[in-house]
Structure formats: structure tokens, C-alpha cells
């Protein structure tokens, strides 16, 4: 099975996580990239998905989300004994989920063990983590299931190990400090927290990101000539929702996602877009010229296909 068809491994369940449309964003990666750089990692799909096809020999995930990178690196480093962990966890909630599900979300917020955090990402309502405001974890669990069974858990655990183990650096820093050291010939790609651009505090990020201040950093890598990737915005139908970043960023793309789990749920046929804009510098480096750009569609959840007329290109 080679990468364009194979399954991509995820032990870590993310709401807004991009493995759905990661190969549409694999499109636009040149065929050479020394390092891929992640600020925003969160499930880190989009690394998972170049590192099963090769193409590129280095990795980088950061997010300021620390228990989250601490698990990170337990799952790339130590993939048998957080797998065990998660497994006597999964059994030991038997009869008495509920409870089982507070007493670990209690010890979690407390100790912060990566163990913990997994267990509560497999059960908890719509792999959707919620933070209170003072950082704990306050999710509540989807008590209609028990979350991934231990051997599907421990498949995907060892396959990430084995894609990235020994070719990734793991940070927990705020992602400027991250930027400032990116070089040419590395690509980021950065999917960072779409309302951290309102006001008010957003319960499912550690910390806000402003947008002023991310369009200024994003205009320092388009001086330095940096690749880059970025999905900030979209819409579904009509109704968009982010806010767009500036025209001089880069070149903004729609990917057609396909029919929202919301529009289902309510019996309509609303599709989702997902805005990508890419740096000029690696618009310049692609095999497609810049004139001849395609344009993706890619259904959630099917390998994506290039068409003409299936994106909306600005």
C-alpha cells in the first residue's frame, strides 16, 4: 500500500484536525524539504501524512499546549509503554465510566500525565478538549462510548513511532520563538487557533493568538523568503467564519472539504471550504507553474484529486 492510498495512523483524536484534507495540503509541498515545522502541531496530521510519503527528513512540532507535547513525545519515544498505559486505563473504566472518566480528568489537571490526557482525548465529547480558566482540562465525556479499543490505539501508536521516531525535535514554546528560527529549504505550516482572532477567551486553546500580531510575523517569513502554509479561514456555504488574512500574505486557495457533520445532522448539504494561503516563495519552488496553479477538490476522509473548476481560487 503505497502513501497516497494508505491509512494515515492518528492516536490522537483532535476535533478540527486536518487529516481529512491532508493530502489535498500535500499538493503544495515542494518534492525537497529539509525541515517541517508545525507552531500550531495540535494532532499534527499534516506531519504525519509527509512523513508517511517521504517527503521530507526532519520534523518539527511545537504547541504551546505542553501536556499535549509531552504526549507527543511519549507517543514518538516511548510508543509500547504509553500504549500499555492507555490499555489498563481503557479496561480499568469497565462498569464504571462515568466515574472512572472524572477521577482521571481529576488527576490529570493535577499531575498533567500523558497517560491521563489520552485516555480523556479517546472518551471525551467529540474529541473536542475545552479548557476552564485556569487551564484544566473540563470536557465532559461522550458517555455512548468507551473510546478507541487498546489494539487500534496501540497500531497507531507504533505506527507514528516508527515514521517519526529519531527525525523530530519537540517544543512547547510560543510559536514566534519557533518562527525566528526557521531557515530556507524548511517548510511551516501553521493551522492555528481560528477564533483566536475574536475577543473573549476561547475555552479550547491554552492561549489566544492576535491576529495583528500573527500577520506581522507572517510577514517577516515573506521577507525572509520562507515557505509557508497556513490554514486560517473558511466557510460553509455562505456562512464564513475567520477572518481573512491580507492579500500581500500569500496566495489563498479553497479546498472543498465536502458536506459538514453539522449540515448532516440537520439534513442540509452545506459544504465546508478550507482556506489555505501559500507563501510566493513556495508558489516559486512548486513542479506546477504558478499560471497553471490547479485547483483542489477533496472530499473528507477520500484521497483528494485534481480538478479545475472544483476550488475557488483568489
Known sequence: MDGDTMKMPQP???QGSKRNIARAILA??????????????GSAAVSVAVAARGKASRFHLNDINRPLMDLWTEIINNPTSIADSYERLWKEQK???????DFVRNQFNKTKR?????Y???????????????????QSPDNRRKGREPQNMRDDVLAVSALLKGKIEITSKDYKEVLANVSQGDL????PPYQGVCNGRDTRYYRAVDFDEFVEQLRILVQDDIWF?????GRRGHNKYGKDLPPDIGRKIEINAGRSTQSTLLGESKITYESLYLSEALLGNLDIPISKLPKIYSFAGKPAKLFTDSCVEY
Open 120 to 138: 480523556l482525548l479517546a472518551r471525551c465529547v467529540k474529541a473536542s478538549v475545552r479548557y476552564n480558566s485556569k487551564g484544566e482540562f473540563n
Open 28 to 41: 503544495f509541498f515542494p518534492t525537497k524539504i529539509n525541515t517541517v515545522v508545525e507552531p500550531f502541531a
Open 229 to 233: 502554509i497556513v490554514s486560517y479561514d
Open 188 to 191: 511551516v505550516y501553521m493551522d
Open 12 to 14: 490522537i483524536p483532535y
Open 95 to 101: 462498569g464504571q465510566e462515568r466515574d472512572f472518566y
Open 114 to 118: 500523558a497517560d491521563y490526557f489520552l
